[in-house]
């Protein structure tokens, strides 16, 4: 702890002497500050004694002091109040942060099996086209002894027409 020393101050024409641990400029700046104070009150009144001065300059200050520390506490609470907001909002943009990386794995997921169903289709498309090709082979092939039967039937009705048999032939 500092050492006290004495200062001799000056307020309002009045030589006072006290025992400090602050620095001379900082008790010299506490006395200039009271003796601005009492001497703006001085000028508003015609006459006033010391005393009186004194004590309009103390509870001048005084209020000056509590509204101060009402402002002070009000910032304050609002400093917590700004704080608590700023915790939530960091735990909501933390549960938001979570909730994306799950919507951005589902998305993967997804793209993952809307490639396997597009390698699914492909296949199954290629086994289509394989399939349909079978088929007009197969059509064709049944066809065939279908077109011969007509044929058949077809020169069964010529002979007829002619009056000929197919026997005669």
């Given at each position: 702890m500092s050492q006290k020393k004495r200062h001799v101050l000056n307020v309002y024409s009045q030589e006072i002497s006290?025992?400090?641990?602050d620095s001379e400029e900082y008790m010299s700046n506490l006395?200039?500050?009271v003796d601005e104070r009492m001497r703006t009150y001085a000028e508003g009144v015609s006459r006033i004694s010391f005393g009186d001065l004194c004590i309009l300059t103390s509870l001048s200050i005084a209020d000056e002091f509590f509204k101060s520390k009402e402002s002070v506490s009000t910032l304050e609470?609002?400093?917590t109040k700004l704080e608590d907001d700023?915790?939530?909002?960091?735990?909501?943009i933390m549960a938001l942060e979570a909730t994306a990386r799950e919507r951005d794995l589902k998305i993967e997921q997804l793209e993952e099996k809307l490639q396997n169903l597009d390698s699914s289709l492909s296949t199954k498309t290629e086994d289509k086209e394989a399939l349909i090709k079978k088929l007009n082979v197969?059509?064709?092939?049944l066809q065939k002894p279908l077109d011969e039967r007509q044929y058949k039937e077809d020169l069964k009705e010529a002979y007829n027409l002619v009056g000929v048999s197919q026997e005669d032939i």
């Open positions: 006290l025992f400090s641990s006395a200039q500050f609470s609002d400093r700023l915790s939530d909002a960091l735990s909501t197969l059509s064709y092939e």
